[in-house]
């Protein structure tokens, strides 16, 4: 954009560059870009207009046209005032201008266009150069600049760059040199993620990991300018720490306005105080119904702030301020008495508070601010709401202030969710731990029952789940006698129920599926097939498909726990059941072979949110990094690994870190960097047996495929043992991976796995992924052209382009040794077309040596080419000076090496 800016002021047909944006943008960054390229050819001339000059004639020009008289920078029509019609404090110009003499028109108008061409001539004549003159905020230029700034350029005396914000926007005067054709109008939008990340990076110094980069660029809305603030915002409070070279979030993040305090308070001061007081009524109370809003703020109030580009667009009847962060701002900014004024207000609609209310949240936090009465029944409901938006400071405030004890009770379950978000899994346990108040309360006795069992895993704790379990289903045995009847809808069934649940999602987390799934019941039926609470349903389908999973059910897998996904479930335990689907769904995609529904996941749940991106955020990035080790591209999978390590180091909710270190170690070794997979390698095995049991096995498995590369010992015996035990226990999902994996390998026969059994075993597992690896095994095994030739195009549909390479090279050299040279040719043009940077190979000796064969040497080529052109043999050898018989020798080579037997042939040979 800037060397497009460049180029345009250095023609001669443009004579300006008018920069528009939303504040903060980076407008001003842009326009001094531009001026840094050309001030070698240009005398810079520097202009900076203000909302305090905003009402005098000429005013902006000030600055630069010292020499003038006052009467040559008058207020038009005698306003001398700023815009809202006060007067600018202390202002020079306005002094000057309220002295001044009655408005002389045009000819005041004339004088200050010959005092600017007399300083661009001096300057130009000093210099020897011409002038560019570089405007800044030209949103508060009065019309009498922006009108003698455009005579100016369009006289061809100065070039000009101007910036202005998108409202209200670039005076007139100077849109018309665009409308013209005189000028280039570049509209700014903000950066994105790819872009804030690298900014962030540059700030800090180091590597900044994608979840902190994603959060960070969420809460500056992209902004080049807010976004340094936000990174001393987050650094002041702690939340951005340096781990290892890589910066990380070590807490949830949610800026409070501080970082642009400074900013918002200059722009409040431009402002009427009609103005003022009308966006902290929005900002407290956003979004604020459009006949709320009109109620309270006077019309033509809400008009300017919309057209000085405050508000954001009203499209679904809503009013809101554009940037969050500048809401922020403002509620930070705003006095007390003012909250309570406003919060008086806000009562005076007469609107019934409630959690479905879209300002909810702001309600309740501005009557906690101002000391307001808020009972314990709306606290509750507004931790509760608080809880699920991640707002989790707000969420423990609201139960702190709850006197009921029995209310507090029932929110330990929202209590512990909050704090799991911010990491602090023992104080999430305590919180768990510390009832139930009245244990003849089925509420308050199911209540974060589902959440403990999690935590205690992420604690290391699973062991004592069982007991749990157990716990709850004696309290249930034990109920009074008048307690409610046992029936199907009765909360004695309901407290049974959980405890069979309980139980089965320890049997599930230790890989006894079997036994997990006997007690479901529903029985298979879909996830929204009704009957038990939703949220049960929903963890009985994850562990179906944790099932399918381990049953090499991948697409089917896939499909359940994305109908979880697309289903949102809200309890009142707060369960993390978003994360527990994600990573079932993921590790799905990757053995289903569906990179691209893994990207698609990442981009969806990654893109900026404290939660999922904090929680969820390594869970997301280490399905992608694995993604990327099956794609066989282990250098891109290493750029994400240390960093994923060093998030999980912070925070393993569900439990990665063994996992992600078995990927670090194992993708070191496939890339040579031995060292380096060495120390991977040793950590992975300090993390080994803890997390689930499917995770537990995928890292296993290449923890032994590491030491496998790295030629340990005994290796790959130990793969083989691990794949019988595997097949043994009739985990038919994971023995495929693991088989896939020894293919990966390219172990000697003998050394490893039996390929025969990979290929039989594929037709049991789903996706493309066990399809193009089975397929690849069986032309392993039969070493036929045909079944190499359709494993290398399974392989290339996958994108594994050097394995896929390697089958059509040993098809090739299948294809000559039966003398097929014809269909040689086409296998060995097929692996070529494989060949990618970074792509693993090079294919076997006889592979090579076939494809080595094809290539035509440059006199070889100089020939064919000649003779495609229509030339006889005799025309060829007068033309490069050689006999008919050397021409017809490389002539027939050629033949040889592109399988053909005739000039007629040789077209379509080399078009192959």
Avoid at 345 to 369: F, H, Q, V
Wanted: charged share 25%.
């Amino acid at each position: 954009m800037v060397d497009a800016a460049v180029a345009s002021l250095r023609s001669g047909d443009l004579g300006a560059v008018l920069v528009v944006a939303e504040a903060g943008a980076g407008k001003a960054d842009v326009a001094e870009s531009i001026a840094g390229a050309l001030e070698g050819e240009f005398a810079v001339v520097r202009l900076l207009a203000s909302h305090a000059l905003k009402g005098v004639r000429h005013g902006a020009l000030l600055s630069i046209l010292d020499s003038l008289e006052p009467a040559d920078f008058l207020a038009p029509h005698g306003a001398a005032g700023t815009a809202n019609g006060s007067t600018a404090n202390g202002s020079t110009a306005n002094g000057r201008a309220r002295a001044a003499a009655p408005d002389r028109g045009m000819a005041g108008h004339v004088a200050v266009l010959r005092s600017l061409w007399a300083m661009v001539d001096t300057k130009a004549r000093d210099a020897g150069r011409p002038v560019l003159i570089v405007a800044e905020d030209m949103h508060y230029a009065d019309e009498g600049t922006a009108s003698v700034l455009a005579e100016a350029v369009s006289s061809r005396w100065v070039k000009l760059v101007a910036t202005a914000r998108l409202r209200p926007g670039m005076p007139p005067g100077l849109l018309e040199l665009w409308h013209d054709g005189l000028g280039e109008r570049l509209e700014l939008g903000p950066m994105d993620l790819a872009g804030s990340h690298a900014m962030s990076e540059a700030q800090l110094g180091g590597a900044v990991c994608r979840a902190a980069a994603a959060v960070l660029h969420h809460v500056s809305g992209g902004s080049p300018e807010r976004l340094p603030l936000v990174i001393g915002e987050a650094l002041g409070k702690g939340a951005l720490v340096a781990r290892r070279g890589i910066w990380v979030l070590a807490a949830d993040f949610v800026s409070s306005g501080a970082a642009l305090e400074q900013h918002v308070r200059a722009d409040l001061d431009t402002l009427s105080p009609a103005q003022r007081s009308g966006l902290a009524l929005i900002a407290h109370a956003q979004p604020l119904q459009e006949q709320s809003a009109r109620a309270l703020i006077p019309e033509h109030v809400l008009i300017e702030l919309g057209e000085r580009g405050w508000l954001a667009d009203r499209e679904d009847g809503f009013v809101r301020i554009r940037s969050a962060l500048v809401a922020d701002a403002i509620r930070m900014l705003t006095s007390i008495p003012r909250k309570l004024q406003i919060h008086q207000k806000l009562e005076s609609l007469g609107e019934p508070w409630g959690p479905d209310r879209p300002n909810a949240l702001g309600r309740i936090a501005l009557a906690l601010d101002v000391g307001a009465e808020v009972g314990d029944a709306q606290l509750a409901a507004g931790a509760e709401l608080a809880v699920r938006q991640s707002e989790n400071a707000l969420a423990l405030h609201c139960i702190r202030l709850i006197g009921d004890e029995g209310i507090r009770s029932r929110l330990r379950g929202a209590r512990a969710r909050a704090l799991f978000n911010r990491s602090d899994y023992s104080a999430c346990l305590t919180s768990l731990l510390s009832g139930p108040r009245r244990k003849t309360d089925a509420h308050d006795l199911l209540v974060g029952t589902l959440l403990l069992s999690h935590v205690r895993s992420v604690l290391g704790q699973a062991h004592a789940n069982p007991g749990d379990a157990d716990q709850l289903a004696a309290i249930a045995r034990e109920l009074p006698p008048d307690f409610p009847p046992d029936r199907a809808d009765g909360p004695r069934y309901a407290i049974e129920r959980r405890a069979r649940l309980l139980k089965s999602m320890a049997l599930a987390y230790g890989g006894d599926f079997h036994r997990a799934l006997a007690a479901d019941p529903a029985h298979g039926r879909a996830f929204d097939g009704g009957g038990e609470p939703a949220v049960e349903r929903a963890i009985w389908s994850l562990m179906r498909a944790e099932a399918d999973i381990v049953g090499g059910r991948f697409e089917g897998a896939m499909r359940s726990a994305g109908a979880v996904l697309a289903r949102p479930v809200e309890d009142d335990e707060h369960y993390p059941l978003e994360g527990h689907a994600l990573m079932r769904y993921l590790v799905a995609a990757i053995h289903v072979g569906s990179w691209e529904a893994v990207d698609s996941a990442v981009e969806a749940y990654g893109t900026g949110r404290t939660w999922p991106v904090v929680v969820c955020g390594p869970a997301l990035y280490t399905a992608q990094a694995y993604a990327l080790v099956r794609q066989e591209r282990v250098d891109e999978a290493l750029q994400v690994l240390p960093e994923i390590i060093e998030c999980l180091r912070v925070g393993d909710p569900y439990k990665l870190l063994g996992l992600t270190l078995a990927l670090a170690a194992y993708a070191a070794a496939a890339a040579g960097r031995t060292e380096e997979a060495q120390t991977w390698l040793e950590e992975a095995e300090a993390a080994a047996n803890v997390g689930r049991a499917l995770t537990g096995w995928l890292a296993r498995l290449h923890r032994i495929a590491a030491e496998v590369r790295l030629g340990v010992p005994d290796a790959a015996g130990r793969l083989v043992e691990f794949i019988e035990t595997l097949r043994q226990d009739g985990h038919v999902g994971i023995e495929m991976a693991a088989r896939a994996v020894a293919l990966e390998l390219d172990l000697e026969a003998g050394h490893g796995p039996d390929p025969l059994e990979a290929a039989e075993l594929a037709p049991a597992c789903e996706g493309r992924w066990t399809a193009a690896m089975g397929a690849w095994a069986r032309a392993i095994v039969s070493g036929k052209a045909e079944d190499l030739m359709q494993a290398g195009e399974l392989l290339r549909e996958l994108g594994l382009l050097g394995r896929a390479r390697r089958a059509f090279a040993r098809a090739a050299a299948a294809f000559d040794d039966a003398g097929d040279r014809a269909n040689a040719r086409l296998a060995g043009q097929a692996a070529r077309r494989c060949e990618a940077p970074g792509s693993p190979a090079p294919a076997d000796d006889a592979g090579e040596a076939v494809l080595a064969s094809f290539q035509l040497t440059p006199r070889e080529q100089d020939i064919v080419g000649l003779a495609l052109d229509g030339l006889s043999d005799r025309q060829i050898a007068e033309k490069l000076h050689l006999s008919v018989r050397t021409v017809e020798g490389h002539l027939h080579r050629s033949y040889a090496k592109l399988g053909v037997a005739s000039r007629a042939e040789l077209a379509a040979a080399v078009e192959d």
